[in-house]
């Protein structure tokens, strides 16, 4: 950010505001917007889309979404999520 550490630290303990051009350095810094960071960090939903479709297996699932009914979805779904908690195998 090109400030002293002491101003940082200052400014996660709420004793000093930032200013928008150390606002903009800070995102930077951390790779993220500065709408992120003056919303607390809480991630959006199109936040969450975003990196969901940014996923090579959901991304070719997606175009068939539309077409599950209640039960293939409930399937697909507890697949996913069992796929998410087991760690794969290396072959």
């Known amino acids: 950010m090109r400030v002293p550490r002491t101003y940082v630290s200052k400014i996660e303990n709420e004793k000093a505001c930032p200013t928008l051009s150390s606002l903009a350095r800070l995102a930077d810094a951390l ?9 607390g ?6 936040d969450e889309i975003r990196e969901l479709q940014s996923d090579e297996f959901i991304a ?3 175009p068939y979404l539309p ?3 209640a039960m293939q979805w409930t399937s697909v ?3 996913v999520r069992d796929m998410s908690i087991m760690p794969r195998r290396s072959a």
């Open 31 to 39: 790779h993220v917007r500065v709408p992120d960071l003056l919303n």
């Open 67 to 69: 077409k599950l009914n």
């Open 77 to 79: 779904l507890n697949q």
């Open 41 to 46: 960090g809480g991630r959006t939903l199109e």
């Open 60 to 62: 070719e699932m997606i």
